[in-house]
């Protein structure tokens, strides 16, 4: 028997939901409702530390459902599950996605309450795509959150990512090399994701390098020989003694023995680093620079920095593959709109505003964000309505965001323009305020009368 593939292929986007996608498909195809609906993904609460989410994946999300097809092994499969009937089955067979979806650029900063994206499509398309946006979009999220953080923490240091081993599953390490260079992270380990999303791949030795040598010296030159510019690990004996090793090795060997860095992995390392630097600088050899790794987060990060801790550079690991603190987002995908009706949910805590939408962010005189206001999508407002069109009848468009580069920057700036106390990373300050405009209301207590019992 041959073995199934272990990692799902574009043929298999249409199998990436809940099995009640597809039996609620099925019932709108026998019912034959074809009217227009509208979806919003969201979230209603920030998580616990965090000051605001960075929304990504998005916009990549809402172009990858553009190529969702049933092919003839997809819909064998469907079969074998029961319940579903050969007309439907054929039906499926030819879905395309026909409808309009708007999001948000990718790495904007957005709050509770606003869409990160919206698709406006016939009921049935529309529905499919809840369980396949929302882990598109909940996973990059996420983790682009966390990496700001620590991006934020180091203060214009470069942030290297080591996560991949601890991540929960390839998928996730894949993609969230995607999600870490819109947050600005400057380099991975992960040699795939790293190639396929442009970012720099860097890494240094593992402490087994050093232990098959007999001697740590010898084991020092020989790698800088092979890979001149490199960062040594000096931690795996004595570091300090390490440090002495590798100033020796550069007095004797000279220019043979030319290494960018030093990279410490436990013990105090705001002590450790103090120390080394110093030893370094007498011996000449300030242009080596100093690498933390180890367990560190962006409270670390921070806590080393406002010790004055002579570190050039930070490697993170599992606090940001998994982003430890704050693992999931409250993130929700509701129906809105259907059929020329505002829609909703009335439910305690999980309460809907109906209808088509906008996120009209405000600023001040220099530029710098101020307010939010979630409006129907037909009203204007003297600021920047932040959903763009994604995609239109069915068809992608060209979004410059989703550039890599262009993510990045965009990131980069808009984080920059937050108030100053939603980049800290403690969560006790005033939130930012975002407001639902008069008309929203207005949709939410007419849809309410609609439904309400007579």
């Known amino acids: ?3 199934p593939h272990p990692w799902p292929t574009e043929d298999d986007l249409g199998l990436l939901v809940d099995l009640y996608e597809l039996s609620m498909l099925q019932g709108y195809w026998a019912a034959g409702m074809e009217g227009q609906a509208t979806f919003s993904l969201y979230f209603r609460k ?8 960075l929304a990504c994946g998005q916009q990549h999300a809402a172009h990858l459902v553009t190529r969702l097809r049933f092919p003839e092994a997809a819909l064998e499969k469907i079969a074998r599950l029961g319940g579903f009937r050969d007309e439907f089955l054929r039906w ?7 409808g309009d979806i708007v999001a948000l650029p990718e790495g904007t900063p957005v709050f509770p309450e606003e869409p990160l994206l919206e698709v406006s499509a016939p009921i049935a398309e529309a529905q499919l795509l809840e369980t396949l946006l929302m882990n598109l979009v909940h996973l990059e999220t996420v983790l682009a959150s966390k990496a700001i953080r620590m991006v934020l923490a180091a203060r214009g240091r470069p942030v290297v990512d080591f996560g991949m081993r601890r991540m929960h599953g390839i998928d996730a390490a894949v993609r969230g090399v995607r999600a870490y260079r819109t947050a600005g992270i400057s380099g991975t380990s992960h040699v795939l994701a790293g190639l396929h999303f442009g ?8 402490h087994s390098y050093i232990q098959a040598f007999d001697d740590e010296a010898e084991a020092f030159r020989r790698y800088a020989e092979l890979y001149p510019g490199t960062t040594l690990l000096v931690d795996t004996y004595d570091t300090l003694a390490a440090v002495d090793k590798v100033i020796a090795l550069r007095h004797e060997l000279g220019d043979a023995f030319r290494i960018g860095a030093v990279r410490l992995d436990s013990g105090d390392m705001a002590a450790l680093a103090r120390a080394a630097r110093a030893r370094l600088d007498a011996a000449g050899l300030a242009d080596v620079k100093i ?13 080393l920095l406002a010790a004055g801790a002579p570190i050039d550079a930070f490697g993170v690991g599992t606090s940001l593959g998994t982003s430890a603190d704050a693992p999931y987002l409250d993130l929700v995908y509701k129906m809105t709109a259907f059929a020329g009706q505002p829609r909703l949910k009335n439910s305690p805590g999980k309460a809907v505003w109906p209808g088509a939408k906008q996120v009209f962010r405000h600023t001040d005189e220099a530029g710098r964000y101020v307010r939010d206001e979630v409006t129907l999508r037909s009203e204007h407002r003297d600021a920047e309505g932040l959903l763009v069109p994604v995609v239109a009848a069915g068809e992608p468009l060209d979004v410059p965001t989703l550039d890599l580069d262009a993510a990045a920057a965009h990131a980069a700036d808009a984080v920059a323009r937050l108030p100053e106390s939603l980049r800290a990373l403690d969560d006790t300050a005033a939130g930012y305020p975002v407001s639902i405009s008069p008309a929203l209301r207005a949709e939410r207590e007419r849809a309410l009368e609609r439904i309400a019992p007579h």
């Open 92 to 98: 499926l067979g030819d879905f395309r996605f026909s």
């Open 291 to 303: 690498f933390a790794s180890g367990g560190l987060d962006e409270h670390g990060i921070a806590a």
């Open 1 to 3: 028997m041959k073995a």
């Open 199 to 206: 970012l720099p791949v860097s890494g240094t030795m593992a």
């Open 46 to 53: 920030l998580p616990a530390g965090r000051r605001f989410m």
